[in-house]
Structure formats: structure tokens, C-alpha cells
């Protein structure tokens, strides 16, 4: 028996575990980013992550993982609660972005409760809503609806940096022609410039224009809808928190949304996300993405090298 189990059943919140006399497991165990962890496994839902958080919360062998992952809310009087409302983690697992299925409704929501439905209907909506407007795309597509849940409650609500994996999400989101799920990852700050700017190059390889614009620029007016719709996003999680407690529907409230592409009241011009160079150029060309290829080198300036122009003379033979 472990000679610590006395303490930890006394004490809701040591700071620290003593180094000597306990082992290595118990202190990653102690200070563990737990939603973190089972979210890399498939048995990890919505549900099963509500309840994993609850447990942990209420737990008093779990009181460092509190103090470290805790979200406190502030109370009327400007001191912060003594207990968290929600555990934060700091990256979502790159399982969820392996898969995308084509949205049809109602099949898209099959296996979910009939409660439910009008809420997930509607979060579905309000994350296809953060697509730019005249944005040509032939289908809908997204991961299944138990991943994309998972996602934006990760990122959303527990604070995970869309950044993981040095930037996996972003590039696999690109890779899978999910469009809407490209832009709930750029407005939450995922930037497309790490590992070498590699989502960029899936996008040139794969001659979305559409996508390579969007990776790169920024809209002011883009940027206002991508705002109420994320706010609109957590309403819809915390409703079905509440369904999922009470087993009942909440009273809906109206809500109201600017149309997408409203203009906002003051403009401004924004710097792009991330900077163009040659090797996209090079990897556009040999794509065949001559759209792509047209836009990096007369909108952006990009200045082929000899090999580039190389390849341009044989593709164009």
C-alpha cells in the first residue's frame, strides 16, 4: 500500500506531493490534464467527458488537477469561486480529424436522443453558418457529429488550443474538404503557418482556391460573422448540458443573428494570417492548381525560382 494513501485521504487539495517515498506515476497522475487523455480514446463522448469532469470535480482525491486545470467562475462580489465550473485542457486529440461524413439531415443525427435534436439541428446550422458567403461547395461535409461536438466543446468550452499536434487539426480539416470545420478552427486561432505552413500545401495540392484564400487573408466581415456564430456554437453546448441534466427541453430563446455576410458598423483592413513563399508555389505548380498558382504569383507577389519555372515550361508543354 502506497505510505501516502493516508495524506491523500485527508487533504482535498495538496499543492505539491512530496519526492521522496512516492513514485513517478502517482505525480503525473496528481497533475494529469485528464480530458486531455480520454479524449484520445474512441469510448470518449460528449457524455462521457461530462461525466468524467463532474467526477473529477467533485472528487477530493483530484484536488490538484482542480487547481491546475480548473475553470473558477467570479462571483457578484469580484472573488472567484472555491470550486471550478469546468476542467480546461490543452490539446484535442488527432483522432477526431481523421473521418468526415457528408451532411444530410435527418441521417446525420441518427443514434441521438429525439430530445435532442432541434438543439444539435441547430449547432450543426451555426457551425455550416461560419462558411464565407458565396463559398462554391458542392457538399457539406464534417466529422461525424459525435467528434465535431467533442471538438468545439474542447476548444470551446475547456479552452484546448486548436494549435495541437502543431497544427494537425487544421491541415487534416483541409485534407477532408470540410470547409466548415476549416473555419471553426481559423476562428478559434488556429494559424496556418506551423510546420511549414502544411495546410497551405494541402490546399494548393488539392487547387481549392477558395481555401487557400481563406487560409491566408483575413475579413473584417468574415471575422463579425465568425464571432456571433461562435457565441451562438457555446449557447447550443451549454442547452444541451442542460437537456443531458434534466431530461427535459430548455425554453428557447431567441436568438438574433446577423445575415452571414453583414457588413459591421466600423471596417478595418486586416493583415493576412500567414505569409506566402516559393515552395507553395512549387507545390501548386506541380499540382496543376493554376488558379492557385495565378493568385500567389499576381495577387501576392510570390517570385517563382528557376526550378519553379522549370516545371511551369513543362506543364504547360
Excluded at 494549435?163 to 471553426?184: E, F, I, K, R, W
Excluded at 493583415?271 to 504569383?297: E, F, K, N
Aim: charged letters at 20%; proline letters at 8%.
Amino acid at each position: 500500500m502506497n505510505p501516502l494513501a493516508p495524506q491523500l485521504r485527508s487533504m482535498f487539495a495538496p499543492t505539491t506531493y512530496p519526492t521522496s517515498g512516492s513514485t513517478s506515476a502517482l505525480r503525473r497522475a496528481a497533475t494529469c490534464d485528464i480530458l486531455s487523455f480520454v479524449a484520445r480514446f474512441g469510448i470518449c463522448t460528449p457524455d462521457v467527458m461530462r461525466m468524467l469532469e463532474r467526477l473529477v470535480i467533485r472528487s477530493k482525491w483530484c484536488g490538484n488537477i482542480c487547481q491546475l486545470y480548473g475553470i473558477f467562475a467570479t462571483m457578484p462580489e469580484g472573488t472567484q469561486a472555491l470550486v471550478p465550473t469546468r476542467l480546461a485542457c490543452h490539446a484535442v486529440p488527432e483522432r477526431l480529424f481523421r473521418h468526415s461524413v457528408v451532411v444530410s439531415m435527418p441521417s446525420y443525427l441518427d443514434g441521438t436522443p429525439a430530445l435532442e435534436h432541434g438543439l444539435l439541428l441547430s449547432f450543426v446550422r451555426h457551425v455550416c453558418d461560419l462558411t464565407p458567403v458565396g463559398m462554391p461547395e458542392s457538399e457539406v461535409r464534417l466529422p461525424p457529429l459525435s467528434d465535431l461536438e467533442l471538438i468545439a466543446r474542447m476548444i470551446l468550452l475547456h479552452r484546448a488550443s486548436p494549435n495541437s499536434s502543431q497544427g494537425y487539426p487544421l491541415a487534416m480539416a483541409v485534407h477532408l474538404d470540410s470547409t466548415p470545420l476549416v473555419c471553426l478552427l481559423l476562428a478559434t486561432g488556429a494559424d496556418p503557418s506551423l510546420k511549414k505552413s502544411i495546410a497551405l500545401h494541402v490546399a494548393c495540392k488539392k487547387g481549392s482556391l477558395a481555401v487557400v484564400r481563406l487560409l491566408v487573408e483575413q475579413d473584417d466581415a468574415l471575422e463579425f460573422q465568425w464571432r456571433t456564430r461562435l457565441r451562438a456554437i457555446v449557447d447550443d453546448l451549454h442547452a444541451l448540458d442542460v437537456v443531458r441534466a434534466t431530461r427535459q427541453e430548455p425554453p428557447r430563446a431567441r436568438r438574433s443573428l446577423p445575415e452571414k455576410g453583414a457588413v459591421p458598423s466600423k471596417r478595418r483592413r486586416l493583415a493576412d494570417r500567414c505569409q506566402v513563399d516559393v515552395p507553395m508555389l512549387t507545390t501548386a505548380v506541380r499540382a496543376g492548381a493554376w488558379d492557385a498558382v495565378s493568385y500567389l504569383m499576381q495577387t501576392k507577389g510570390v517570385v517563382p525560382d528557376v526550378s519553379t519555372l522549370r516545371m511551369m515550361d513543362q506543364k504547360s508543354s
